[in-house]
Nanobody, 120 residues
């Protein structure tokens, strides 16, 4: 019954900002690494940013200096602050988390995605 739900996507002009949220719910023993992925039309899904349980963040080169990933372990929520958005950032953004729940081993879970559209 683990669920990841993204929110915060929308339409924004180039140079604008958005803040994405990923809320985790269910029977959770621990949330390990988490990450934001995106998939643009005609392209494969790619990793945007990841964050460990301790808050160590890593970014794809094309978002360094513009995006900030964070997490609130107490709330079971991950965020992606997106600044200086570019049209090429347009994609469906997906939340991913490696979660130890009732399964025998930690398992990757995905949200349904939230659309981010950046206009020129």
């Amino acid at each position: 019954q683990v669920q990841l739900v993204e929110s915060g996507g929308g339409l924004v002009q180039a140079g604008g900002s958005l803040r994405l949220s990923c809320a985790v719910s269910g029977i959770i023993f621990s949330i390990n690494a988490m990450g934001w992925y995106r998939q643009a039309p005609g392209k494969q899904r790619e990793l945007v940013a990841s964050i460990t349980r301790d808050g160590s963040a890593h970014y794809a080169d094309y978002v360094k200096g513009r995006f900030t990933i964070s997490r609130d372990n107490a709330k079971g929520t991950m965020y992606l602050q997106m600044n200086s958005l570019k049209p090429e950032d347009t994609a469906v953004y997906y939340c991913n988390a490696n979660i130890y729940s009732v399964a025998a081993r930690p398992t990757d879970y995905w949200g349904q995605g939230t659309q981010v559209t950046v206009s020129s």
